[in-house]
């Protein structure tokens, strides 16, 4: 079983920064795919940045050039690094691993709150 344990949400004003971590109990973490989805209320849960064991990162449209994903495996950690946030941004931010045959893991979520 492993387990994802994020922090770093809060409340910021629009403009603002937050940088989201989390870290996970998995051995090899090195070895998986690191995401960041977001869930605003009422709507569906959306990607918001991965990077792959490669480091290759894909981000959101809606995020690109404002969001730097990257990973630390020696810390089996991945860092979301939030810029110019802006009201919208304002969801709950999850954190996911997926591991080995397909299994994914999820974190419990930070809440990143922005105001306008």
């Known amino acids: 079983q492993v387990q994802l344990v994020e922090s770093g949400g809060g409340l910021v004003q629009a403009g603002g920064s937050l940088r989201l971590s989390c870290t996970a109990s998995a051995s090899m973490f090195s070895s998986f795919t690191m995401g960041w989805y977001r869930q605003a209320p009422g709507k569906q849960r959306q990607l918001v940045a991965s990077?792959?064991?490669?480091?290759?990162?894909n981000y959101a449209d809606s995020v690109k050039g404002r969001f730097t994903i990257s990973r630390d495996n020696a810390e089996n950690t991945v860092y979301l690094q939030m810029n110019s946030l802006k009201p919208e941004d304002t969801a709950v931010y999850y954190c996911?691993?997926?591991?080995?045959?397909?299994?994914?893991?999820w974190g419990q979520g930070t809440q990143v709150t922005v105001s306008s």
């Open positions: 996911k691993l997926d591991y080995l045959h397909g299994t994914t893991y």
């Open positions: 990077i792959s064991k490669r480091d290759i990162t």
